[in-house]
């Protein structure tokens, strides 16, 4: 089919204001976080849940593939046009249709910016807790689709668990509703959370009902050194074995450490410092008081060389400017870097960072650096490489072995970032064919023309 | 087929032993808490994964339908062998396979008692919450299959929340696993919920991982007295717009006490009662002191005429008798009872309870008593009427119009009973065509025979 022809078709159906196709529009369209490139067709901005209905009728007719994107932030692939087609872009439904604080709920449009949605919920202090690295920019539509964790995941969960209820549009342009507006509802099969990490293979969003609570009273943070990552470690385990989940628990190792030394550094870290754990606590202000009380007694007990307690947001904005600071310190060790999003019971942690470094040994060219949630177990692994396709390859094996490590210490090869297409080739390291299967079986039922995302979670 | 031809191939897979073929014995599992009856032709008593397996490799060539059963507590008859076969009776799989504290987890198999679970949990601190009424006699496989919620609801979430991963057998017989044992995982689509609360009619669980907590330190108990019941909704409301999140927050109406009055009564409830909150506060000693204190002041503020607290265990227990009380006291009012367990959001709960006044007052000659969580908009309606057909089927009118009320208020026909053979001609009334049709066609997927529960759920 001419592309002159679906433009005008497209035109008729969503309006032409809504419609992009200049070649400098596309290209915007082309890349997410993973930095694949893939322009696509025509880029469309629907404003309604009738515009993508529309869309998508026409596109199932015609069998052209239809790539849902929030912000484009994913780091798997999520939104990029693997296969040319149409990219729906959601920034202009962005609107929170309603927050109903005695319900505990709020009812969005996918295009929402996630601290939008956290900021508006504070203005009647509730909370909506998932909390992606990328909650400035990322979408909720985004964060559904990719069933986004975040720093927050121990103690609150993931974006699943906020899901209340969804109007999805189907493959064929069909308009759907799942669940209810309800904290309980068990009325047949839980649709929500068959769409809900689905990424945007199964069904579009168009509306997203998400559960709120109340938003804690207070935070504190603290920033400990370790001399060892075993004495980090020791110190996580025992603070949640002392019945506290904290708001956040994230462990920075060595080499990370290493890299932002040279940064931005308002906080010094002597030399001797070989693991940090960065710890938010958060709740009812006595209650606050009292864990970081013990969490301090706690990590002394385990050989912390210094705990720095940050009391407002100013200084928790510098203890959290550490771990900030990671990601783009490094770029300071290598041009370029895979992140990896592994996620393994808590208890086997000291295993896969040991079983990591013995597998470095056999990559010396490679530098790895990790850092992550250590309370959920999910940790992200940086595979650090100079230009080349060698180094590439080299960089590609080394994941590879890690995977197959993560898996076999009963672990998950994606935490919280998604498969996409950046992972499909992994995807059986962990999922066996049978499940595999089902799960093709239901993106068949639900998109029997495969317009839906080509190319991403499946082979 | 010939039963005796049945029996002795299921002999020969199972071991005769766990095999059960007289009348007695087959009695004994032809009910369950909907007083239904339906007489099964075998009961078997699997003791292992293979087991079930075999059974089900059997049951799927041969097309006999199979109903698996926990304790057979549940409400809309799940586990009833409506049209006769094979009930697979979990009693023997009755192992807590792992309780993991440095991970959080526990690993059991279906038959295991939820409170045997969450005593074992106690012992590492640690806290199963998912609370239903039947927790003591109930089984982790029937509230999985049930997503069963309780009166831990508003703070803790439902069973779905709680799942990880299951070991599933198909109805083919091939055993599967789904989810895995870390608390984040986004690899393919999440078949674990697929598989929470599809009363099984999809799969037979064999292994659930569940996630366990911190357990609270303290829990405080306050019963309140109201004049109004708007008064008490109002005292509910107030105390989750002061970011409160009680364990338990519920809701007594008029003529639950009016029944409870003349029963064992340790608690003295005045004639000008008309509504009463009964409500668990946990978490660290000084937020539960903090909290009570705040609560206390709400309903004094909203006209409260007494509030009685409970310190100790003994207390608490003398409190929860009274909410205890209810379902067997209502058969003072009438010989028959049909629990009925909607769900609205909290903030249409005074208008739902007006709706049902008002139509019961075209039923003059049923009464209603309305009991629940209100904590999440959860309430278990009562109709409470004398023997035979005429008043059942005026019962059965009744009920069909609060769930349509209900429906339209946005509520859902079943917060945490699930739909059974009892609810399913109410099903449309909230659940559109396609939607059914999306569920069903995924049955069809998994149980291309319709072996598994058959006549659950779907009409």
Chains 1, 2 share one sequence.
């Not at 070649?23 to 849940?49: F, M, W």
């Not at 060595?254 to 030394?261: A, E, G, L, P, V």
Request: aromatic share 6%.
């Amino acid at each position: 089919m001419k592309t002159t022809i679906m433009i005008d078709a497209l035109n008729r159906l969503i309006g032409k204001e809504n419609v992009l196709y200049t070649l400098e529009d596309r290209l915007c369209y082309a890349y997410d976080g993973s930095k694949q490139k893939h322009i696509p067709d025509v880029v469309l901005r629907p404003r309604s849940t009738q515009h993508v209905s529309n869309i998508l009728q026409y596109a199932n007719e015609q069998e052209i593939p239809v790539y849902p994107r929030g912000a484009g932030s994913g780091l798997t692939g999520g939104s990029v046009p693997a296969q040319g087609g149409i990219v729906m872009d959601f920034t202009h439904m962005n609107r929170i249709l309603e927050i109903i604080p005695e319900d505990l709920t709020a009812t969005v449009e996918p295009g929402v910016i996630t601290q939008t949605l956290q900021n508006e919920a504070a203005k009647y202090k509730l909370f909506y807790p998932p909390d992606p690295a990328s909650a400035a920019f990322s979408t909720i539509g985004g964060n559904v689709a990719e069933c986004s964790g975040g720093i927050t995941g121990l103690k609150y969960g993931v974006t699943r668990d906020y899901i209340l209820s969804l109007e999805v549009v189907l493959a064929d342009g069909s308009i759907i509703h799942t669940g209810r507006k309800t904290l309980k509802s068990v009325t047949g099969y839980d649709l929500t959370r068959l769409f809900v990490g689905s990424e945007g293979t199964l069904g579009i969003f168009t509306q997203i009902t998400v559960k709120l609570i109340p938003l804690p009273e207070k935070i504190e943070t603290l920033l400990v050194f370790f001399a060892t990552p075993q004495d980090a470690v020791q110190s996580a385990t025992q603070i949640i074995s002392n019945n506290i989940l904290p708001r956040a628990l994230e462990f920075i190792d060595k080499s990370s450490i290493d890299c932002i030394k040279g940064y931005k550094q308002e906080i010094q870290i002597p030399e001797e410092v070989n693991a940090i754990l960065l710890i938010d606590i958060d709740g009812k202000d006595a209650n606050v008081k009292t864990e970081v009380s013990l969490i301090e007694k706690i990590v002394v007990e385990n050989h912390a060389l210094k705990a720095i307690p940050a009391k407002d947001v100013k200084e928790r904005d510098t203890l959290w400017e550490v771990r900030r600071a990671i990601s783009p310190a490094l770029y300071t060790i290598a041009p370029f870097k895979i992140n990896e999003d592994i996620c393994v019971p808590r208890s086997r942690i000291l295993e896969i960072l040991s079983r990591i470094a013995n597998i470095n040994k056999r990559y010396p060219s490679l530098k790895v650096a990790n850092f992550g949630h250590i309370g959920d177990g999910n940790i992200h692994i940086n595979i650090l490489h100079e230009e080349g396709d060698q180094q590439r390859i080299l960089a590609e094996n080394m994941i590879e072995e890690i995977l197959r490590n993560t898996v076999e210490l009963g672990g998950t090869i994606s935490g919280e970032h998604g498969i996409g297409n950046v992972k499909s080739r992994y995807l059986s390291f962990e999922v066996p064919p049978q499940e595999l299967q089902i799960m093709k079986d239901i993106k068949h039922l639900l998109d029997p023309k495969g317009i839906l995302n080509p190319g991403k979670i499946f082979l």
